[in-house]
């Protein structure tokens, strides 16, 4: 199977277990109502995606359970997409196309919203896996020294002229922001599926190669996109005054450093059956 008719079969089986749960799981039907707007938004649901393509190249069998585990990290992420929107951070009006959900409900409401989406997300895991081991590494990631980490410095180097040509720290802060959750997503299923040591680790390098690009990726799409396209507002972060690996190297070095990397990631998927997971490297292909 390539990764088109994985990422075809399995997305839509994420979206219909948020959609049914998110109903049945929640008691006030408003609260139920705010938190299924930002998560049923749409997107690619790349990071529930990765754990599924992680337990496929280890031939582990993904039933409900796997989808519970996969779904609760797709609220993770909804969670700090909500809370990054909000005006206290990058203040931005739409995501995924439609308006972010402080803009639609109110700025307390969609605070509770991210709120409640990571709660629940770190609980589906926890049914799902039934192990500390699988909330260890979550729960790590997307903590102080992880995501929230990353959103931190993020926030810190906004307009601060002494890290504005400051290579590594743009590295440190783009991959805790933003590679933390991904490495998750693939050592969460090398952890759930029993991974032997050599293919854990194999796994865990082709993670960190690929959260690494994915910001490189990202901060592309916000300069040869149009808002149309990207779903949210773009060429905002030079005006902005964000300081990270485009806004330091360009466009053209930027690319030069995501194509390294993807080559990387390549590589370190060999001896493995990575195909699909490989495939994950296919979506750059827009910004390069």
């Known amino acids: 199977m390539k990764f088109k008719e994985f990422r075809k079969k399995w997305t839509p089986v994420i979206d219909d277990y948020l959609n049914e749960h998110l109903a049945l799981n929640i008691d006030d039907a408003k609260v ?23 337990l496929n190249t280890l ?11 996969a779904s609760g990290i ?61 909330i260890k590494i979550i729960t790590k990631e997307v903590g102080p020294n992880g995501m929230v980490g990353g959103q931190y410095l993020d926030i810190d180097s906004t307009n601060n002229a002494e890290v504005a040509d400051d290579l590594a720290f743009a590295n440190r802060m783009e991959w805790l922001k933003t590679g933390c959750l991904i490495r ?18 194999k796994l865990i390098a082709f993670a960190e190669c690929f959260g690494r690009s994915y910001q490189i990726y990202d901060d592309l799409v916000d300069v040869v996109q149009t808002s149309t396209e990207a779903g949210k507002a773009t060429h905002k ?34 001896g493995l059956s990575g195909e699909i997971l490989a495939g994950f490297l296919d979506l750059y292909q827009k910004v390069l």
């Open 32 to 54: 139920s109502l705010i938190m299924t707007y930002s998560v049923m938004a749409g997107g690619k649901r790349l990071r529930p995606l990765l754990f599924l393509a992680t």
């Open 74 to 134: 797709e609220l993770i992420h909804t969670y700090s997409l909500i809370h990054d929107d909000l005006p206290a951070m990058d203040n931005d009006d739409y995501r995924r196309g439609r308006l972010t959900s402080h803009k639609k409900w109110g700025e307390a409401e969609a605070i509770l919203a991210g709120d409640a989406l990571l709660t629940m997300g770190i609980e589906w895991i926890a049914e799902g896996s039934n192990s500390i081991d699988l």
């Open 237 to 270: 972060d030079e005006a902005e005054g964000k300081n990270n690996t485009l806004t330091i190297l360009g466009v053209e070095k930027s690319r030069q450093e995501l194509t390294e990397l993807i080559d990387r990631a390549k590589m370190n998927l060999q």
């Open 184 to 201: 998750a997503c693939v050592a969460m299923g090398a952890e759930y599926a029993k991974a032997d040591v050599a293919s854990k680790d």
């Open 59 to 69: 031939n582990h069998e993904i039933g409900e359970r796997e989808i519970e585990i």
